[in-house]
């Protein structure tokens, strides 16, 4: 079993094309999302370096870091649910950074496929499935016991949750209401704001000390 430091980690997917995205994330998301959405890759790219899972690192940051873009103002969507819009924003943008059309297509699957949680099949799409995975330690706290308490820990202080709660349920919420066949829309009748209440990465012993 492979485990690498968070430097480590980070380092592995910066390129170009990442700090493109990175920009572009950072321009359009507040801080809570911005980090959450780094969080996603940290845990994905950790459990994938982990359990040796061959996968993308610049495919997986990217994607990481526009999984939720469909969320925000300037690219939401009337017609669609935000994970088909925000993997669509990510294809323009991999488009623009010259990416070959076969691996700019990737985008949208992975950014579509991570509401769908555990099913995404690893041997089919080692990316997608990282993703998802991700994404539920994030929302839910699912899969957090595959990290030591240390580096939770560590984590967190690196990018904070700050008001990531608050804000994604708010999101949620806005869009089940607008969007009543939507993956958000299901997840407030499953009672959301109870699970995420509930995530282990929020237990007060893992947070930075105030101030930091």
Known sequence: ????????????????????????ATAYF???????????????????????IHFDPELLFVASLFHDIGLVPEFDSH?????????QVARVFAAGAGWPAERRERLPELISRHVLGDSVDL?????GHLLARAAGVEITGRHADDFSPGFRAEVLQRYPRLSF???????SHEQAQRKPDSPPATWIRTNLDARMADNPL???????????
């Open 1 to 24: 079993m492979t485990r690498m430091t968070l430097d480590d980690l980070m380092v592995s997917s910066e390129t170009a094309v990442s700090g493109a995205a990175l920009e572009m």
């Open 30 to 52: 507040s801080s809570a999302m911005l980090n959450h959405s780094l969080r996603v890759y940290v845990w994905a790219a950790a459990h994938g370096t982990s359990q040796n």
């Open 79 to 87: 017609a669609v649910s935000f994970e088909e819009a925000g993997g």
């Open 123 to 127: 041997s089919m799409d080692p990316e």
């Open 165 to 171: 709660i608050e804000e994604f349920l708010a999101l």
């Open 202 to 212: 929020d237990d007060s012993s893992l947070r930075p000390p105030a101030g930091d």
